[in-house]
C-alpha cells in the first residue's frame, strides 16, 4: 500500500477491492463543490493511515455503472470496504481526522 490516494476507474474498480483487506473509495465528480473540498482532506488521510487501507477515488462523471451498482445519489461518498465487502459508508464532506477514525473502526 501506499500513502498516496489511488485513482481508478470502472474497469479497475472490482481488483481495486482485492489490492488491500480495507479500501476505501472515495467517490465524486469535479463539479461538486464539497468533493473538491475533501480531496486535499482525503490525500492527508492517505499519509495518515498508511498501511492500514488503500485510499482510492473514483470520478463518477467517468464511471456511472459504479455508481448505480452501489446505489450512490450523492456525492461525495466514502465507501469503506473489508475483504472487498462494504462494511461502512458515509456521504458528505469527511475530515482527515474522520477518515482516520473511519478506517480505525474497521
Known amino acids: 500500500m501506499s500513502d498516496q490516494v489511488k485513482s481508478i476507474t470502472e474497469n479497475q474498480y472490482d481488483s481495486t477491492l482485492n489490492e488491500s483487506d480495507v479500501v476505501l473509495v472515495r467517490f465524486w ?3 461538486c463543490p464539497p468533493c473538491m473540498m475533501m480531496q486535499p482532506m482525503y490525500k492527508k488521510a492517505a499519509k495518515d493511515i498508511g498501511d492500514k487501507a488503500l485510499l482510492s477515488e ?3 462523471d467517468h464511471s456511472p455503472n459504479i455508481a448505480r451498482k452501489l446505489g ?4 461525495p461518498t466514502v465507501v ?3 475483504n472487498g465487502e462494504e462494511v461502512q459508508r458515509h456521504t458528505g464532506l469527511l475530515n482527515e481526522r474522520s477518515l482516520v477514525d473511519l478506517v480505525n473502526s474497521i
Open 80 to 82: 469503506a470496504f473489508k
Open 72 to 75: 450512490i445519489r450523492s456525492i
Open 58 to 60: 473514483m470520478n463518477l
Open 29 to 31: 465528480a469535479p463539479w
